[in-house]
């Protein structure tokens, strides 16, 4: 069972900056597409980020582009979500997951899941 693990999350005020990090021990990342989700309180949970395993093309949500960049890191089995000019609305739980395959990025095209790392953006 490929098990994920988040880091990274806090409390940061406006305009500033976070980098969350995804790690699996026992698994190889790069064999895996890997998504960045974010569930706020009473909302849906959304796909902000996704990076493919064949060609590491990436996926960004309309809300985060160029705010968000998501990376992997071969060397250190782990892929990496660097979150610049945070926004009040960025306030979520951030998951990561990853699938064996990979063609949206929505929730129920993951299998894997970390237990996620709060976000709070607040002055």
């Known amino acids: 069972q490929l098990q994920l693990v988040e880091s990274g999350g806090g409390l940061v005020q406006p305009g500033g900056s976070l980098r969350h990090s995804c790690a699996a021990s026992d698994f190889t990342l790069d064999y895996y597409a890997i998504g960045w989700f974010r569930q706020a309180p009473g909302k849906e949970r959304e796909g902000v980020s996704c990076i493919s395993s064949s060609d590491s093309s990436t996926y960004y949500a309309d809300s985060v582009k160029g705010r968000f960049t998501i990376s992997r890191d071969s060397a250190k089995n782990t892929v990496s979500l660097q979150i610049d000019s945070l926004k009040p609305e960025d306030t979520a739980v951030y998951y990561c997951?990853?699938?064996?395959?990979?063609?949206?990025?929505?929730?129920?095209?993951?299998?894997?899941w970390g237990e996620g790392t709060r976000v709070t953006v607040s002055s």
């Open positions: 997951a990853a699938s064996d395959v990979f063609s949206l990025c929505t929730a129920r095209e993951f299998v894997y």
